[in-house]
């Protein structure tokens, strides 16, 4: 796996929204510095926090329509009910937040996917947690992780991508994504992104580094899918949101089964 770029060493900052609120982070301790310290909350505050910021999130995403007249109450179910089979699991950035950059010393990430762990029991490791990044202009730079180790370099996205399944709500372990401060805004990378970007338009410029055309990009694979994604595994998730919402292939009536695995094989779009 090739370096291109040390790492950053200058002030992170994150923007809000809008609005520029101006988080400054020393870049060694940027995690002790983005996130809220819930200390104080009790189940129910830390339960209503958590819905509170998916669904923000999904609504700035577009996933989530709403108008004013909308009772936030009405909101959030929209957030919780989404069914599982509609998420889309491996996710290309430009295709679902046109406009979004992440850039990184290894070059921009373009696609990606987490893998949850193969056994139940492990759902509460990071460590079983799997990452697959494309760099899709940067063919050296393709890579696969684990999660607790992908947060030292690359925590922003990591909670972005969690945010965009829903999995604060979901699993304890990734509890800490529903942060407040932990993506303040989806459409706006941490301004570290900047940085390597900028550098990496240097180098393309010098001729030093040669892009892929689109042609030749990475496809999805098989083994690049998580076995829980699988329509026939949601009813046996760890998450009782997910799983109490399906049955066993067997038992569904046959036309809503087959209704249902026509949308999850539109929304997977393996690209074998």
């Given amino acids: 796996m090739a370096k291109f770029c040390d790492r950053f060493n200058g002030e992170i900052i ?46 700035q995403v577009k996933r989530i329509k ?30 679902i ?5 992440y850039w990184t010393r290894e070059g921009k990430i373009t696609r990606m ?16 947690w ?19 180790s992908l947060l030292d370099d690359d925590r922003y996205i990591v909670a972005w991508y969690a945010l965009w399944r829903k999995w604060p709500i979901q699993y304890k372990v990734w509890e800490w994504a529903g942060r407040f401060k932990e993506v303040r805004n989806p ?6 992104s900047d940085h390597f970007k900028k550098h990496f338009m240097k180098e393309i410029e010098e001729g030093r580094v040669k892009l892929i055309p ?19 595994w949601f009813y046996r998730d760890p998450s009782e949101i997910v799983s109490k919402d399906y049955q066993k292939i067997g038992d569904y009536d046959s036309d809503v089964l087959g209704k249902h695995y026509k949308e999850w094989l539109k929304v997977r779009n393996m690209e074998d």
């Fill in 97 to 101: 937040v046109p406009g979004f950059e």
């Fill in 66 to 95: 709403v108008d004013d007249s909308t009772k936030w109450y009405k909101v959030e179910q929209m957030a919780l009910k989404e069914p599982e089979h509609l998420v889309k699991k491996n996710i290309t950035f430009e295709e």
């Fill in 14 to 59: 994150q923007e809000y929204g809008r609005v520029d609120h101006g988080l400054s982070i020393h870049p060694q301790d940027k995690r002790d510095c983005i996130v809220d310290d819930p200390q104080f909350e009790d189940p129910k505050e830390r339960k209503d926090r958590l819905l509170t910021v998916v669904t923000e999130f999904l609504i």
């Fill in 113 to 128: 996917i987490i893998q949850k762990p193969v056994e139940e029991e492990h759902f509460d490791d990071l460590h079983r």
């Fill in 214 to 232: 689109k042609e030749r990009f990475w496809k999805w694979q098989r083994h690049q899918l998580c076995t829980w994604d699988d329509f026939n």
């Fill in 187 to 192: 459409f706006k990378a941490p301004n570290y």
């Fill in 130 to 148: 799997t990452a697959v990044l494309f760099y899709d202009e940067f063919h050296t730079n393709w890579k696969i992780t684990d999660v607790e």
